[in-house]
Every structure is written in structure tokens, then in C-alpha cells.
């Protein structure tokens, strides 16, 4: 969209704002231009995509906000994505009282899901109505069979906030079915002051939060890890314990990534954390944040493999968040912790997702990975290209490494791909004879840990991860969610990215408003705009407090939430982009 063309939209929106929005807005059902940074969380054979950060379309954007739809599909009948996702994926609306939030605990239950934490996304209230915030000690249930939300009114136990108005928010969770415990590890902090429009992200949280579901209870541990945010996390089941992988992922204000040549391993059975680390000569792939992981087991059990796609790499040294988006696929082979790149094609160009920002990924089926949402740009500064329609679901299929767009159930099996075969030997079924990393375990105690429970030949109709397969599958992600196989080994999450790609869009949006009012001062404009506190401007982003005017103009004017996804992205952005040690709480 044309500089001026937006301008002017922005200047109208101003004018009249209500009238323009309010009598013909977007259907957040069947349209969007993208959803990021959303839950996705499998329970027998549906898969639901709760939450995350909206953008709509020209000429919507003042609708920019929470995602008010839970969409879900049905993982167990064919689909093609290459149709409007009306046929084949179900949404209903989710009730205003419901917290509106991106990277939240989504956690299967008997009936349906438990929803806690997350991060408020900044909206107008007019336009959405009210949405309450997260209530950090409470949960949300949704119960499938009547398609209701409840706020439950049980106070979680065990769960100590020092700063009442601080959130936690993490991509990163993963539900294990045999323990009935999900976790929700590292993320960001979020304060928030009471309304949407003063949620500011802070640092990244250096915590493993454990939630069991039968007692209600969270309990939050340090790690030894540091603060991660927008990470990948893994469930894994091996023959004595119940392992969570971490991996990715961005630390100290998102000033440094994590390198893919340090995986941490978490034994629930011994409440502790370990790294591996790889040998300093091997192949891993360039660090990067905001992606997503799904999980697969081979055949016979005997290795698992961690795919990762999407996300963003590194920008300057200063902000790791400003990169480019990466269309690289790269697998991890557990346990001999090896990575490989694979070659990829895609049936057709509308079949292949491209670089994005904060997707989600599941494995599903039995040789094909669901990848969904993220913001489609070439980098962090870019304007997304809209999934029309709504129609943002994806197809990755691990047997033939091609984008398609028909998904079949029930057909073939999981097959090792031949670049992991070459590094972990055997074949597409499993065999492979390493049991262990190379240059061996970064501690004595992973030997035991890490040694997975192969199955008797034979039993390969499941291909992904479906030994301790229980019906119930959750991965989250925006991203990084990871996300089991189909089984349910696996959940996941992910990480979440954040929704950075806002506060460029955001400050963007302002920076052009106020070139236009530069340029021609019309009396329509109020001279002197109130400005908000910078706390709250720092808000509309991801955690910048020092925010520019333009910001702050901009949020005032156009109601904060607006983000202008349409704006072309430029050295402005770059420019008043906030540096990390600025933000607030520090
Ligand atoms: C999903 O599809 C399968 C195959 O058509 C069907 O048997 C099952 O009942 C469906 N599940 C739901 C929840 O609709
Ligand atoms: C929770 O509390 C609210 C406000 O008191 C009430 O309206 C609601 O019905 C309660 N929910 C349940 C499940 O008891
Ligand atoms: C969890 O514990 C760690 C270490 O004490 C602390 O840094 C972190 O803030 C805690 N997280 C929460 C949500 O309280
Ligand atoms: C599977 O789930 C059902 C209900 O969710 C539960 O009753 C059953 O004990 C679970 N089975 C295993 C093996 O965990
Ligand atoms: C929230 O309010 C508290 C108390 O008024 C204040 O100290 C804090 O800086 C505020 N945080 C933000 C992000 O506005
Ligand atoms: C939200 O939108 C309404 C109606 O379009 C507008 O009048 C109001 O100023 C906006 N709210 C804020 C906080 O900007």
C-alpha cells in the first residue's frame, strides 16, 4: 500500500473511526491477513488453534488485535489446504470475557482444555468489546462436547506472583500425558497495569513452571539455563523417564540467541536440568527464535528426529530480533544429537509457506507435519503478505520432503529421511545403532536418561512418536511448538515469538501519520496530541519503553492495537527501534 494511501487511511480512521469500523469490519472468522504467535494443542483427533496475534486486512487494520476465534480440524479425514480452510477447518467464537492472549498454557483435560498465563495483546476496546486480562492464579476451561468456556474460579496453589502486575507468557509448554503435568518453561515477563493498551513485554523469565493438573497446583523452578524466550520444547518419552528438550531460542533482552549446539535436556523424574553440548566441529544450524518444532519417532523407536521451521535469525548484535526469516528445515536426531539440513520442494508455490515469523507446527498423520499461522515476511521489518481468507495451513510431508497441500491419514508410515539415515545409520524404519552423542554424554547421568525404549520389529504402523499415546496431544507453539508426533508424546511448544513484528508495523505506522501531518498540517489534527506515559506507549510493543513520539502519537490517535500491517517497511523502523537496554524493568 502506497505511503499515502495509508496516510490518508489513517487520517480517515481518526475521523471517523467509529462509523468506518464499526458498521462493516472483518470478519475475524473467515478472514485475516495473519495469526501468529497462537496455541495449537492436539486432543484425539482434533487439532485446536487457540489465541495468538491477529492482523487483518486493508483496509482493517485499526482491527489489528486477539484472535476471537478457536478453530479447530479434524486430523483423522483428508483435507486439502489448497481450499479455503472453511472446508475443512470448524471455528466458533470465543466469548469477550475470555482472556484475549498469545503464548498460553493450553493444556488438554478429560474434556476439553485448561488455558492460563499468556500475554494480553493490545486492542481497542470499542472495536473488541472487553476482553479480561490473564488472571495469573486462575484458569480458563473450554469443554468440547458443549463448546463452552468457563471461567473455573479455582485459584491455582502453590503460585506466588511477587509483582502482582507482572505476567509470564511462553511458546514454550508441553503437556505430559502420563503425568498429567504440563510445563511452561522460560518465556518472557509482562507487566501489565489494567488495561490491554499498557501490556509491555520485558525480559526473558529463567523458569520452569510445572502445573499438575489434579491438584491445581503451578510451581515455578529456577533453571541454570538463564532467561530463554521464543525457543523450541520438546516432550519425549524414553525408557525411564519423561524428557523435555529445549533448544533455541533468544536470552538477555534479546540482545543473544541460543546456539543450536547446546541442547538442554530436563529429567522430570529427576527435577533436573542438563546440556549437551555438541562437538565444536559440528554441523548445527544458524541460531534462530520464533520457530517451531514437531517430533517424530522412528518406527521401531529407536531414534527420534526434532524438526524445526520457521522463525527468524539473528539481526545485529545489538537486537538479535531484527532478522531475516529462515525457510530452512533442519532436523535433530535424538540421541546421538546430530543435525542435518534437508532439502525441501513444494508441489507448488501456494503450497510452500515461505520465511514466518511465529508459526505453529504439529505432526499429524503419519508422515506429515501441520504447519500454521506466522506472519509471511522476508524479515522482521517487512510487511506480511496476508493469508487470505484465513487460509494460512500448511503441509509438510517428511516422506518425499515436499510442501503439498493434500493431507491423507493412514497412509504409508513415518520414514527416517535419508540425510539422517546417513548420519545415524539404519533405515527408514529405525536400526540406527547409535545410542549416544559421538563424543559422548556432557554427563554421566543422560546415558540413563536418554536411552529410548525401541519397540519389537514390526510395529511400524505408527510412525511418530505413538508409543504412550493416549489421545491427547498438545503442542503449542506458536512455534515453536513443537509438537509431538502424533502421539502424544510429544507436546510442545514452542515458542513463541512475540509479536515483534508489531512494533515495527506499529512504530511504522506512526512515523508515516506523522510524516503526513509534517507535510500538511490540517486542522482535522489535533495540534497537540496527548501523549501517553511511556509506559504505556513502551507497551504496543514488545518491550520497548523508551518509545519514540511517533509512537505514542500513533497509539493515542489511532486507539494502540492499530498496528498498520499494510505500511512498507524502512530504515525508519530501524531507526527508532529501541535498544534492549532500554526497556523497562531494567
Ligand atoms: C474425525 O473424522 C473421523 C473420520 O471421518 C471420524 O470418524 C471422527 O468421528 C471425526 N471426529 C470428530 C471429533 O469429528
Ligand atoms: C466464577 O465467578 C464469577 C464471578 O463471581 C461467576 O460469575 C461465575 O459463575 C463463576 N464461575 C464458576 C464456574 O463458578
Ligand atoms: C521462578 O523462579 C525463578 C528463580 O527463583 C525466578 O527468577 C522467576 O522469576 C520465577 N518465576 C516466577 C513466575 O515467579
Ligand atoms: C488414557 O486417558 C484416559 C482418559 O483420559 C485415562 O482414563 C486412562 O487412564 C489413560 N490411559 C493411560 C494409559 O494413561
Ligand atoms: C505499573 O504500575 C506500577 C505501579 O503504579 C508502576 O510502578 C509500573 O511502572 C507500571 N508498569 C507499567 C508497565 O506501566
Ligand atoms: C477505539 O475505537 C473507537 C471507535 O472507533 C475510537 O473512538 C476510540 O478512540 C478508540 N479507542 C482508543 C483508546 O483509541
Known amino acids: 500500500m502506497p505511503l499515502f494511501r495509508c496516510s490518508v487511511w489513517l487520517l480517515g480512521a481518526l475521523l471517523s473511526f467509529t462509523s468506518v469500523v464499526r458498521s462493516d469490519g472483518p470478519n475475524p472468522t473467515d478472514d485475516f491477513c495473519s495469526l501468529s504467535a497462537q496455541m495449537m494443542a492436539q486432543k484425539d483427533d482434533m487439532l485446536y488453534i487457540a489465541g495468538g496475534w491477529m492482523l487483518y486486512p486493508s483496509p482493517y487494520t485499526n482491527y489489528n488485535g486477539p484472535n476471537t476465534v478457536l478453530r479447530s480440524l479434524n486430523v483423522s479425514k483428508s483435507f486439502q489446504t489448497s481450499l479455503d480452510s472453511a472446508n475443512y477447518v470448524r471455528t466458533e467464537d470465543v466469548p469477550g470475557t475470555v482472556p484475549g492472549v498469545q503464548d498460553a498454557a493450553f493444556f488438554p483435560t478429560e474434556s476439553g482444555f485448561d488455558l492460563t498465563f499468556g500475554k494480553w495483546w493490545p486492542y481497542n476496546s470499542t472495536l473488541y468489546g472487553t476482553r479480561d486480562p490473564p488472571i495469573e492464579s486462575k ?78 497446583t503451578w510451581t515455578n523452578a529456577t533453571t541454570p539455563l538463564g532467561g530463554i524466550a521464543e525457543g523450541g520444547l520438546v516432550h519425549i518419552t524414553t525408557a525411564t523417564d519423561e524428557v523435555l528438550i529445549q533448544l533455541g531460542g533468544r536470552s538477555d533482552w534479546a540482545t543473544r540467541l541460543r546456539p543450536f549446539s547446546e541442547i538442554n535436556i530436563y529429567s522430570t523424574s529427576k527435577s533436573k536440568w542438563y546440556t549437551q553440548h555438541l562437538a565444536p566441529d559440528a554441523t548445527v544450524p544458524s541460531p534462530r527464535f520464533t520457530f517451531c518444532t514437531a517430533l517424530k519417532s522412528a518406527s521401531d523407536g529407536s531414534s527420534y528426529q526434532i524438526y524445526i521451521m520457521g522463525g527468524l535469525e539473528a539481526g545485529s548484535s545489538a537486537d538479535a530480533r531484527g532478522g531475516p526469516t529462515t525457510t530452512s528445515i533442519w532436523v535433530l536426531s535424538i540421541p546421538s544429537f546430530e543435525w542435518t539440513q534437508l532439502p525441501f520442494k513444494a508441489t507448488n508455490t501456494a ?137 502424544n508424546v510429544g507436546a510442545i511448544a514452542g515458542g513463541a515469538v512475540a509479536g515483534v513484528a508489531a512494533v515495527a508495523l506499529g512504530l511504522l505506522g506512526a512515523m508515516m501519520l506523522r510524516r503526513h501531518r509534517q507535510k500538511k498540517k490540517g486542522p482535522q489534527l489535533p495540534p497537540n496530541p496527548m501523549k501517553l506515559p511511556l509506559t504505556d506507549a513502551g507497551n504496543l510493543e514488545e518491550g520497548t519503553s523508551s518509545a519514540p513520539l511517533e509512537l505514542m502519537d500513533h497509539n493515542r490517535l489511532s486507539g494502540g492495537g492499530v498496528y498498520t500491517a499494510e505500511l512498507p517497511a524502512g530504515e525508519v523502523a530501524r531507526e527508532i527501534y529501541t535498544r534492549p537496554e532500554n526497556r523497562l524493568g531494567k
Open 139 to 216: 484458569k480458563w476451561q473450554y469443554d468440547i462436547a458443549s463448546q463452552q468456556w468457563t471461567n473455573t474460579n479455582i485459584t491455582l496453589k502453590n503460585w506466588f506472583q511477587t509483582n502482582p502486575q507482572m505476567r509470564i507468557t511462553s511458546g514454550m509448554t508441553v503437556w505430559v500425558p502420563s503425568l498429567k503435568q504440563g510445563f511452561l518453561f522460560g518465556g518472557l515477563f509482562a507487566s501489565e497495569n489494567g488495561t490491554s493498551l499498557k501490556v509491555t513485554a520485558l525480559e526473558e523469565h529463567n523458569g520452569l513452571i510445572t502445573y499438575d493438573q489434579a491438584t491445581n
Open 351 to 487: 503450497a510452500d509457506p515461505k520465511g514466518r515469523i511465529a508459526p505453529s507446527c504439529q505432526a499429524i498423520g503419519e508422515h506429515y507435519i501441520f504447519y500454521y499461522g506466522g506472519r509471511n515476511v522476508p524479515s522482521y521489518y517487512n510487511t506480511p503478505t496476508c493469508d487470505k481468507k484465513a487460509d494460512a495451513a500448511f503441509l509438510f510431508d517428511l516422506n518425499t520432503l515436499t510442501w503439498t497441500d493434500q493431507f491423507t491419514p493412514n497412509e504409508g508410515t513415518y520414514e527416517i529421511p535419508q540425510n539422517v539415515i546417513g548420519l545415524i545409520g539404519g533405515d527408514k524404519n529405525g536400526g540406527s545403532t547409535k545410542k549416544a552423542p559421538v563424543k559422548g554424554w556432557s554427563d554421566p547421568d543422560l546415558e540413563t536418561i536418554m536411552t529410548l525404549k525401541t519397540t519389537t520389529a514390526g510395529n511400524t504402523g505408527t510412525g511418530g512418536g505413538t508409543r504412550s499415546n493416549n489421545g491427547t496431544s498438545s503442542t503449542s507453539g506458536s512455534s515453536t511448538s513443537s509438537n509431538p508426533s502424533k502421539t
